[in-house]
């Protein structure tokens, strides 16, 4: 009988005694796929030798194809891919052709000339990572389903820690599902540990305001619309001619806050901003966050990976006075998406900003009489006992899923600590050093050359160069400048280079990112390009 009482008829002998075939029917699939996910990266590295010249190799397509891509917009695009999902499965020629048509039209990241965004190729340790990822198909919420991963996750998170120098007994950190989420749970965090009432009561007649860079990441805006503080509670601060917080702003904003009869909370720093790659002073901001309490997070999405290298790790002096810190491996260090972690100096303050009870989830240990301690999800006096039960050491948190917003956690950790194991950490400092070096070399190409206009510093103090080429002056030169870079980008596509712009004070400027597998030749062979298409132009 069945659960409900209805019968259930019993199975042929046949087919209880046939057994199951998933692996052999997992290893035709894969080694099918490999065998065209293998030509798709081989044909980036055979691309590698024509960049330099400022133009790709051409594919085959129905339309202008390089390595790279072959772009369409997207109406054109629907027909092309043709998506269908059938009521009758089409078995493994119908997911074959599907794979054909996904590598066909997608951006292949593997090839040099993909220039556009803080992210780039995954690295084949990385790949390799993600399938075994992928095959264990583990959820992170508590530690009995995924022992394993779950102690690699602490392990991991714990090293981290400690190169930003969170050394105390109970740092370390959990992953996130991307940087705006790790910043979105930073506030919470903050919030909760700071204001521990607004837990279950609210924010009563509180108005909270946090700080930021006026160079800042956009989601500290979305986090305050999604906890209801509104995006104007977002203070952004003034920035100095090379895209630094001015400290001495940031206090005088908390201050004015203070009279107006607002909270500040919280002061979120920059160690690597998103267009000119910029980072705060930390130690002037952690003195003005000491001085007025506030909980300080250092938003490292982007910049905070440099702490491998000995010749960048300069620029995050100070960080280890911060009570959080957000990062994503799988930027600067070619970790497969997503990855991304949030560190802090006490998880203790993870846990108790965290923490609800859910006792279908999360099982407390039985007491010394015998019994298993109720955490029921809708007992208000479980709750306030289980968020003052955080004085434990930080290893005791096991259950990940207890200190971070997710239940549904895929083990994100395990990509970064199989790439720390084959690379070594001698093999993230190098590759963060040879990014260093080409956006160095680009930056000097662009500063010679009488056609273009640098933007950034020289050396960019990140792995973007920003400048203008052919640069426009007198009436309508903003609108000018903005429509050259924003053609000359379109227009390298089909050449076999993808780079971004980003809004200027003479309109928009080119925006180049470069990652630690750039070659000297990619970035000779973009200026060429740019050089050719722009003259195409005038004015």
Not at 331 to 347: A, E, S
Request: aromatic share 8%; hydrophobic share 35%; with cysteine.
């Amino acid at each position: 009988m069945s659960a409900n009482g209805s019968s259930v008829p019993s199975r042929p002998a046949a087919a209880q005694n046939k057994g199951l075939h998933r692996a052999d029917e997992v290893d035709d699939l894969l080694t099918a796929v490999k065998d065209l996910v293998v030509p798709f990266v081989r044909a980036a590295d055979e691309n590698a030798t024509a960049q330099p010249e400022g133009r790709g190799l051409q594919q085959d397509g129905k339309g202008p194809r390089s390595v790279l891509v072959e772009h369409h917009p997207p109406r054109s695009l629907i027909p092309l891919l043709n998506v269908s999902l059938p009521d009758q499965g089409r078995g493994k020629d119908g997911l074959l052709e599907a794979v054909q048509k996904v590598l066909q039209y997608s951006v292949n990241t593997w090839d040099q000339g993909f220039l556009d965004k803080l992210y780039a190729a995954t690295t084949p340790v990385g790949l390799a990572a993600d399938l075994l990822l992928s095959s264990l198909n583990s959820n992170l919420h508590v530690y009995q389903v995924s022992p394993a991963l779950t102690l690699i996750e602490k392990h991991t998170t714990r090293k981290m820690a400690e190169l930003f120098g969170f050394k105390g007994i109970y740092a370390g950190g959990v992953s996130q599902p991307g940087g705006s989420a790790a910043n979105q749970s930073s506030i919470v965090i903050a919030r909760n540990n700071l204001f521990p009432e607004t837990k279950s009561e609210g924010y009563g007649d509180k108005k909270f305001v946090l700080f930021t860079s006026a160079h800042g990441h956009y989601s500290l805006e979305k986090a305050a619309q999604i906890m209801g503080f509104g995006s104007n509670s977002v203070i952004g601060i003034p920035v100095d001619e090379r895209g630094c917080m001015q400290p001495s702003a940031l206090e005088a904003a908390i201050e004015q806050a203070k009279k107006d009869g607002k909270t500040p909370f919280y002061v979120n720093a920059t160690a690597g901003t998103t267009v000119l790659g910029s980072f705060d002073p930390l130690h002037a901001i952690a003195d003005i966050c000491q001085k007025h309490k506030l909980w300080m997070h250092v938003d490292g999405s982007w910049g905070a990976p440099v702490i491998f290298s000995a010749k960048q790790k300069h620029k995050l002096s100070g960080v280890e006075r911060a009570n959080s810190i957000a990062l994503c491996p799988h930027k600067m260090m070619g970790v497969p998406l997503t990855c991304t972690f949030l560190l802090g100096q006490d998880l203790r303050q993870f846990h108790k900003g965290m923490t609800l009870p859910a006792g279908y989830l999360f099982h407390q240990p039985e007491q010394p009489n015998g019994d298993a301690k109720d955490s029921s999800a809708v007992d208000t006096q479980a709750l306030d006992e289980h968020v003052g039960a955080v004085e434990q050491p930080a290893d005791n948190y096991w259950d990940l899923a207890d200190i971070t917003p997710q239940c549904g956690r895929r083990g994100d950790s395990l990509k970064v600590a199989l790439s720390w194991i084959y690379h070594g950490s001698a093999g993230f400092e190098a590759y963060i050093d040879s990014a260093f070096e080409q956006a160095a070399n680009l930056a000097q190409l662009v500063k010679q050359n009488p056609k273009f206009e640098l933007v950034s510093e020289n050396p960019p103090p990140c792995l973007q160069v920003c400048f203008y080429f052919n640069k426009q002056s007198g009436a309508g030169h903003r609108n000018r400048n903005s429509q050259l870079t924003a053609e000359v980008s379109k227009k390298l596509i089909p050449r076999g280079f993808m780079v971004d712009y980003a809004p200027g004070e003479d309109g928009k400027f080119f925006r180049v990112v470069v990652n630690g597998q750039t070659t000297k030749g990619t970035v000779e062979g973009l200026v060429k390009a740019i050089e050719e298409v722009g003259d195409e132009f005038s004015f």
